[in-house]
T-cell receptor, first 115, second 115 residues
């Protein structure tokens, strides 16, 4: 069964700290990995990774995919209280046409940044 | 503004009643999805639709039904057969499904409480 596991499940840090969130997956045929940020309501898209070793960056956030280790990390540097959210990792497996679009989500990591 | 709307934001129902959650998108996306989110379990796929008048079961379809009569709309009915319906329901859409990886855009969600 395809599975995505995130760790830690929750994390409390102080402003200015750097955090690393982990995502590992077991998927029959991997296509891509996505990271989302969820604050209270709708998850918002952060990154999509398809090639191993390539870092995607957006400001203080960055992510790398390791296809050999079947994992990805999401780094947040100089954290701010506005980074407090649930961070979701999801994987697209390669599927046949009539199974298309099935994203498999991890449990999420709840990050709390204290002032 | 383009986006996905879900209504209502909060919904309360008595056990044994069917209830329909609305999801509308004006992004001209072909694919639409329904997820359920419970604490500590991430997002789980209920149903998805790749094209009008066609939909497939996700991982937890029992006790739910959907329709896709229009490209913009993908309502979800939570039936009385769903044993544990209290949850946060998220609707999403994407440009397509098979053949490539597309980010999914999420609506603000509906929190359903059944007593």
């Amino acid at each position: 069964e395809d599975k995505v596991v995130q760790s830690p499940l929750s994390l409390v840090v102080h402003e200015g700290d750097t955090v690393t969130l982990n995502c590992s997956y077991e998927v029959t045929n991997f296509r891509s990995l996505l990271w989302y940020k969820q604050e209270k309501k709708a998850p918002t898209f952060l990154f999509m990774l398809t090639s191993s070793g390539i870092e995607k960056k957006s400001g203080r956030l960055s992510s790398i995919l390791d296809k050999k280790e079947l994992s990805s990390i999401l780094n947040i540097t100089a954290t701010q209280t506005g980074d407090s959210a649930i961070y979701l990792c999801a994987v697209y497996p390669i599927t046949f046409y009539n199974q298309g679009g099935k994203l498999i989500f991890g449990q999420g990591t709840e990050l709390s940044v204290k002032p | 503004d383009g986006g996905i709307t879900q209504s209502p934001k909060y919904l309360f129902r008595k056990e044994g009643q069917n209830v329909t959650l609305s999801c509308e998108q004006n992004l001209n996306h072909d694919a639409m999805y329904w997820y359920r989110q419970d604490p500590g379990q991430g997002l789980r796929l209920i149903y998805y639709s790749q094209i009008v008048n066609d939909f497939q079961k996700g991982d937890i379809a029992e006790g739910y039904s959907v329709s896709r009569e229009k490209k913009e709309s993908f309502p979800l009915t939570v039936t009385s057969a769903q044993k544990n319906p209290t949850a946060f329901y998220l609707c999403a859409s994407s440009i397509g499904t098979s053949g490539s990886s597309y980010e999914q855009y999420f609506g603000p969600g509906t929190r359903l409480t059944v007593t």
